[in-house]
């Protein structure tokens, strides 16, 4: 398998997969998939504080998954996949192995279906 987590060592699959991890901070990231928002605007669906939002986006700030600007007095939070990346490509060489698994799996089931028939087809 690849070691394509090792790849960049500025990413860091650890904070990622810690961001991701929380349902609330993946809530935020699909709200940012549609657009930038403030920390109001994300809040807003939340039954949580505005400084417990503003806790999540840190940490989501802190794994390089979003990105905060500085517009006056509002601070807008943009989606930043590019790290995301990382994590999936790490995802994904776990996909031969499971597919792997999967095709085995199938082949003892037909081979168990095969027999399972030629004993019903002998009684």
């Known amino acids: 398998m690849e070691q394509s987590g090792y790849i960049n060592p500025q990413t860091d ?7 991701l991890a929380d349902p609330t901070r993946r809530a935020i990231l ?15 669906p939340f039954e949580i504080s505005q400084p417990a939002v ?11 998954l979003i990105e905060r600007d500085v517009d006056q007095q509002r601070r807008p939070a943009r989606l930043k996949a ?12 776990f996909r031969a192995f499971w597919e792997g698994s999967f ?3 199938d082949q003892v089931l037909a081979q168990m279906k095969h027999t399972a028939a030629k004993e019903t087809n002998h009684e």
């Open 54 to 64: 503003s806790r999540h986006l840190k940490v989501l700030e802190r794994a390089g």
């Open 103 to 105: 095709d085995r799996l």
């Open 30 to 44: 699909s709200r940012l998939a549609d657009g930038q928002a403030s920390v109001n605007e994300i809040a807003a």
């Open 13 to 19: 699959l650890d904070a990622i997969f810690t961001a």
């Open 82 to 93: 590019e790290n995301m990346a990382a994590a999936v490509n790490w995802l994904a060489d």
